[in-house]
């Protein structure tokens, strides 16, 4: 019975070109075998599962090579090659930082440096994790680094660059390695699978290159786990059971039932993955990445960052065509804003539900606030002005033939309505004594009609203190207990029947009101029943005594009124230049 061989060393690139997703790496080494400029340190850093060890392995093949391609490929054929292939190259040396990372260690190492090689060009070091040295073990290696034998070439590799020094750093001729594209790794997979004589769904193997997040490596052992489980057949359903992914068709069905405001449905949904074993975070991360899928399919600019297969992707672009940006944007914010509180809830599934619920609110949450808008719109769009009479000057008359009439030297407006067109070219002017006749016609037609005084319905003072109290105890549900205890301090007075007036002491108190007015507004006309309602906020100085009540809960006005009881303390603050967070 062989030894079974993971697909990450069986189908281990051997040349430069079978590397994957790393072009601007490969093509570099090549000229620079091709040049002969190779640099006596290099450091690949990146990622886990991208191919840094490949590509050292690689390249430490390629320099010893005694018959290189005419690609400067390792040719696997010579001596060297098939030497360093059975791992029995005494050229290339191989460290693994993480288990020999101190000073004896790297002493060690510059004692090998010493000898030179006894067949072959170079003597290649290859460090993996080389992050994990010590920093007197990189100290130690500072000086061989900087100055190695013309025999030796180091290459380093790490998935943490920020963990290395410096002066290490300036040392090495730096490669950053990429996230392996998805689409590069399915068609890898595609090539094992092949060979492998394995049937996957495409759609399947996409799954997984998605989970692997750009390691190749990681790819490869879900690939080998799912293809044993599946025995030769790995169809989408089965990665989906496997690596414990939220099937895509959830998020499409409950995102449905979110616009058509079916919360029920929505829940038994909900309840549907909690049995499968997933747990609310996992839900709302994926309904955040869900809702941030389809904003990106309503746009044809911004299609290509949708890295799915192209059924899931036609999927998205149909959903995306029927549901709004306002409520994706909307329904983001609640996700977002559930997430925070479900770290810190002692209810987690409550924190959910309550996330859903509002979701399936939300589209005649917008509905509501459209026809609202548009009410507003209406009544504030000012009357529609009646065309003034077309204005002409005294030059652009005189073009025209004037019978006995002299006008003044100045030009002087005269509308256009006062000159009557007669005899072709002739035009006649009215005389004041004329237009005066005529105005006192009109307003003498004007008495006779009957004027009608428009009766608004007068507002109820025992109801609209009721409403009032409904309305504090909104506020404070809300937590705008500034709002509160403004107007506890101002209290609003009934004006003219359909006016209520708020008058405060001061700026202050007028601008945290004005910020509510329409919500205010709105209220009030709602419960009281009453379509129109002048809701008037204004500033009036001779009700400042009544901020002796007045307790101070912003920030600034905690300090106005510290500076009231000591006036220094503001001297205090401009000395020292302190700025406070208002």
């Known amino acids: 019975m062989e030894n079974f061989i993971v697909s990450a060393r069986k189908y281990r690139p051997s040349r430069f070109e079978d590397v994957i997703g790393q072009p601007q790496v490969t093509n570099t080494l090549k000229n620079a075998l091709r040049t002969n400029q ?62 020999n990372n101190s000073v004896e260690d790297i002493r060690s190492l510059i004692d090998q ?152 449905s929505a829940l038994l949904t909900f309840n549907q993955i909690l049995q499968k074993g997933f747990d609310g975070e996992n839900f709302l991360t994926g309904l955040a990445d869900h809702f941030r899928n389809l904003l990106v399919a309503k746009d044809s600019n911004t299609i290509e960052l949708m890295d799915f297969s192209e059924n899931i992707r036609q999927r998205y672009l149909q959903q995306a065509g029927y549901t709004s940006m306002g409520f994706l944007l909307s329904g983001l914010s609640i996700i977002t804003e559930q997430e925070i509180q479900y770290r810190t809830s002692k209810n987690r599934r409550l924190c959910v539900e309550m996330a859903i619920l509002k979701l399936c609110f939300l589209p005649s949450a917008i509905q509501l606030s459209k026809d609202r808008s548009v009410e507003v719109k209406k009544k504030s769009q000012p009357d529609i002005e009646k065309p003034k009479p077309e204005m002409v000057t005294n030059q652009q008359v005189n073009e025209f033939p004037v019978q006995n009439q002299q006008l003044p030297k100045n030009e002087v407006p005269i509308p256009r309505e006062v000159l009557k067109q007669q005899n072709g070219n002739s035009i006649k002017l009215s005389s004041l004594s004329d237009l005066k006749k005529e105005i006192q016609k009109n307003e003498s037609e004007e008495k006779d009609i009957p004027q009608v005084e428009i009766v608004y319905e007068e507002i109820d003072h025992y109801a609209f203190q009721q409403v009032w109290k409904s309305y504090l105890q909104k506020l404070d549900g809300d937590k705008k207990i500034p709002v509160v205890k403004i107007l ?41 029943g009453k379509k129109s309602i002048d809701l008037i906020i204004r500033v009036d100085k001779t009700k400042s005594k009544a901020e002796t009540n007045w307790k101070p809960y912003q920030a600034i006005d905690k300090f106005n009124h510290m500076v009231k009881k000591n006036p220094k303390l503001k001297d205090f603050k401009d000395r020292l230049k302190l700025d406070l967070d208002f």
């Open 113 to 264: 440096i010493r000898f030179a090689p006894q067949t072959g060009k170079k003597k290649i070091y290859i460090i993996d994790e080389v992050h994990m040295l010590s920093s007197s073990a990189f100290n130690a290696f500072l000086k061989t680094l900087e100055e190695p034998p013309s025999y030796a070439i180091f290459i380093l590799a790490t998935t943490e660059k920020h963990k290395i020094i410096p002066t290490i750093l300036s040392r090495c001729q730096i490669f950053d390695f990429n996230r392996i594209q998805t689409d590069d790794i399915v068609t890898h997979l595609s090539i094992v699978a092949k060979k492998e004589n394995i049937k996957a769904e495409k759609d399947a193997l996409h799954l997984i290159a998605r989970k692997a997040e750009g390691a190749l490596r990681d790819a490869l052992s879900m690939f080998d786990r799912i293809s044993i489980f599946a025995n030769g057949q790995i169809q989408y359903s089965e990665v989906i059971e496997n690596l414990n992914i939220l099937d895509y068709d959830y998020f499409f069905r409950i995102t449905d039932f979110f616009l058509s405001e079916d919360s029920s």
């Open 38 to 99: 190779l640099a006596q340190a290099f450091l690949f850093c990146g990622p886990r599962g991208v191919g840094k060890t490949t590509c050292a392995r690689i390249l430490a093949k390629a320099v010893n090579c005694e018959n290189l391609t005419i690609d400067f490929e390792p040719c696997n054929e010579c001596a060297a090659c098939e030497a360093f292939n059975n791992n029995q190259s005494f050229n290339i040396h191989e460290l693994d930082a993480a288990s």
């Open 488 to 528: 506890e301090t101002f209290p609003p007075e009934i004006k003219e029947k359909k006016t209520i007036l708020i008058a405060v002491g001061n700026t202050t108190f007028y601008n945290h009101l004005n910020s509510e007015r329409e919500e205010m507004s709105y209220f009030l006309k709602k419960e009281l």
